[in-house]
């Protein structure tokens, strides 16, 4: 008998390594569908409730995200944060601010594109932004898919997680600025403040 174990202990050792796996994936695969279900049931939280700040009105524009869906977003030039002064009249100038129907500050100091927290919206930037505007920088805010108002891809279900639709999203609204800076023939830095999700897009 003692012969036969010990010229079968590497057979009996590979048997329970193999048994402690299957058991190992066993208790993993239940686990990972509990969180993942968790997660697509649960809102997220958000940080800081958007409702607690005084909302700040732009020039809104829409666009598209890279795969063509159609998206809305919003322009907050540095010089207009104040909501009484956010309204653009086409066609006329100031000789302090200049082109009133520009899309940026004439002194701006760069474009920050602002990504909104999941479950959220594009307005959610005046909690965050405003330090940015009265710095001198100009923001360009948008609903990121299947929030606010904009449209959506049928079948798509947003997550909290990144995924390709939101970085289809942000690079649409990258080539957007883009265009209306090399529209106007500025050479601004851009920017990205990315709040949706844990992942941050890399471009």
Same mark, same amino acid.
């Given at each position: %008998?003692?012969?036969?174990?010990?010229d079968?202990?590497?057979?009996?050792l590979a048997?329970?390594?193999?048994l402690? *796996?299957?058991?190992?994936?066993? %208790?993993l &695969? +239940?686990?990972v569908?509990? %969180?993942?279900? =968790?997660?697509?049931?649960?809102?997220?939280?958000?940080l =800081?409730n958007?409702?607690?700040?005084?909302? =700040? /009105?732009?020039? +809104? @524009?829409?666009?598209?995200?890279?795969?063509?869906?159609?998206?809305?977003?919003?322009?907050? !030039?540095?010089d207009?944060?104040?909501?009484?002064?956010?309204?653009?009249? *086409?066609?006329?100038?100031?000789?302090?601010?200049?082109?009133?129907?520009?899309?940026?500050?004439?002194?701006?100091?760069?474009?920050?594109i602002? $990504?909104?927290?999941?479950?959220?919206? %594009?307005?959610? $930037?005046? !909690? #965050? $932004?405003?330090a940015?505007l009265?710095?001198?920088? /100009?923001i360009f805010?948008?609903?990121f898919?299947?929030?606010?108002? &904009?449209?959506?891809?049928?079948g #798509?279900?947003? !997550?909290?997680? $990144?995924?390709d +639709?939101? @970085?289809? /999203?942000?690079?649409?609204?990258?080539?957007? @600025?883009?265009?209306?800076?090399?529209?106007?023939?500025r050479?601004?830095?851009?920017?990205?403040? @990315?709040?949706?999700? *844990?992942?941050?897009?890399?471009?």
């Open positions: %008998m003692l012969q036969m174990i010990g079968h202990w590497l057979l009996g048997v329970l390594i193999a402690a *796996a299957l058991g190992i994936v066993a %208790m &695969s +239940k686990y569908r509990l %969180m993942l279900n =968790i997660i697509r049931d649960t809102p997220a939280f958000l =800081i958007p409702a607690d700040s005084e909302r =700040i /009105d732009g020039r +809104k @524009v829409n666009f598209r995200a890279f795969d063509g869906t159609l998206l809305q977003g919003m322009y907050l !030039r540095a207009r944060a104040d909501p009484a002064e956010a309204k653009v009249i *086409a066609g006329q100038y100031d000789e302090d601010r200049g082109r009133i129907d520009s899309y940026f500050s004439p002194h701006s100091r760069g474009v920050i602002y $990504c909104h927290e999941y479950g959220s919206d %594009m307005h959610s $930037c005046s !909690r #965050y $932004c405003r940015l009265e710095a001198g920088f /100009d805010t948008f609903d898919r299947s929030h606010g108002e &904009s449209g959506n891809l049928s #798509y279900e947003p !997550r909290f997680w $990144c995924t +639709k939101e @970085v289809s /999203d942000c690079l649409g609204a990258l080539a957007l @600025v883009e265009t209306q800076l090399e529209e106007e023939r050479n601004l830095s851009i920017g990205f403040l @990315v709040f949706h999700g *844990a992942a941050v897009p890399r471009f």
